[in-house]
């Protein structure tokens, strides 16, 4: 029953109509089954949305320098089909770093957004320490970083 009624907020905030539902991490694990991670980041970047899980599918873009301040990230940027860029922001403290990525290749990546106006960006990416939150990953060429 619980998990109907999820499904139901989750849909509802599908439709045009659904500016007030709030998305949270509840409602992305029911995300994940209802539909596409790029149709949830779209409307996540058309109105604001923050703070949710999504598993999506994209293509490698930049490679950018890693971030070295306080815990440690590879970054790097992807682009959806849709044509939404988001910023890949993976703690190699937490996890293995993404190896031999390229310009071009794909990853599917399951972590957290976050809204900027630039499409946004994804972190979260690894084991949750204290299993308060789901675990997130980047799985390239067959492996799973996390």
């Not at 089909?81 to 770093?97: E, F, S």
Request: hydrophobic share 40%; glycine share 8%.
């Amino acid at each position: 029953m619980k998990k109907l009624l999820l499904l139901t907020l989750f849909l509802t905030a599908l439709s045009p109509l659904s500016a007030q539902v709030h998305f949270s991490p509840v409602h992305s694990a029911v995300a994940a089954k209802a539909t596409s991670g790029h149709k949830i980041l779209a409307i996540a970047f058309r109105t604001g949305r923050s703070e949710f899980m999504v598993k999506f599918t994209a293509t490698v873009i930049a490679i950018l320098p890693d971030d070295m301040d306080g815990s440690r990230h590879q970054r790097f940027l992807v682009k959806l089909k849709t044509g939404q860029t988001l910023l890949m922001v993976h703690n190699i403290d937490l996890a293995p770093r993404v190896r031999n990525l390229k310009v071009g290749h794909k990853i599917t990546a399951f972590g957290e957004y976050i809204w900027n106006d630039k499409g946004g960006l994804i972190h979260k990416t690894h084991l949750d320490p204290g299993n308060d939150d789901p675990h997130g990953w980047i799985q390239h060429k067959g492996k799973r970083y996390q």
